[in-house]
């Protein structure tokens, strides 16, 4: 006779438990038909059932102001010292303007800011361009180059024209208009 190693009684012993297990499982697990008198309904997953509910709105203001610009009539400056005390309070000259997309803020984007200020405040300015090679009138300074023109601003005070530089607030007789 032949003796059992311990490999092969832990062989035997699988197989009879799997033989076992299999004997087991087909009389568990085989179904049992039942009639039913009406057809039954599975249970299958559904979403959450979701309502939406409007309420009814209620006023949170019931009366705004609305500010409205109303256009002034715009003035011209009566006096030079009136002028340079609205030039002493403006800051466009001392402002340092950069854009992001690297334009350069120049001569005339000054004037334009000057002028705009000017409005809002009630005053009238203009724009004005100087010619290539302009000199200043009162000193022979040279303001613009041969090949540049130049943007500044103009002012009326009674009957004699000014011209204003938005860079450095100096200003200036040009003629009399009257």
């Given at each position: 006779m032949r003796k059992l190693t311990a490999g092969m009684l832990v062989a035997v012993v699988a197989i009879a438990c799997f033989m076992a297990g299999d004997a087991l499982n087909e009389r568990l697990v085989?179904?049992?038909?039942?009639?039913?008198?009406?057809?039954?309904?599975?249970?299958?997953?559904?979403?959450p059932e979701t309502k939406i509910i409007y309420l009814p709105a209620k006023p949170i203001i019931e009366q705004v102001e609305v500010p409205v610009a109303v256009p002034i009539e715009l003035r011209e400056f009566e006096t030079t010292e009136e002028l340079e005390g609205w030039l002493a309070e403006n800051h466009i000259d001392e402002a340092i303007m950069l854009y992001a997309s690297g334009k350069e803020f120049d001569c005339d984007d000054y004037t334009r800011r000057l002028i705009r200020d000017a409005k809002t405040d009630g005053y009238q300015l203009w724009f004005q361009v100087l010619p290539p090679d302009y000199r200043r009138p009162d000193t022979g300074e040279r303001l613009t180059k041969n090949d540049e023109a130049?943007?500044?601003?103009?002012?009326?005070?009674g009957n004699r024209l000014f011209f204003i530089e938005p860079q450095t607030d100096d200003y200036w007789f040009v003629a009399e208009v009257d």
């Open positions: 085989e179904p049992e038909i039942v009639e039913a008198p009406t057809a039954v309904e599975v249970a299958k997953w559904q979403e130049h943007a500044l601003c103009s002012a009326i005070i």
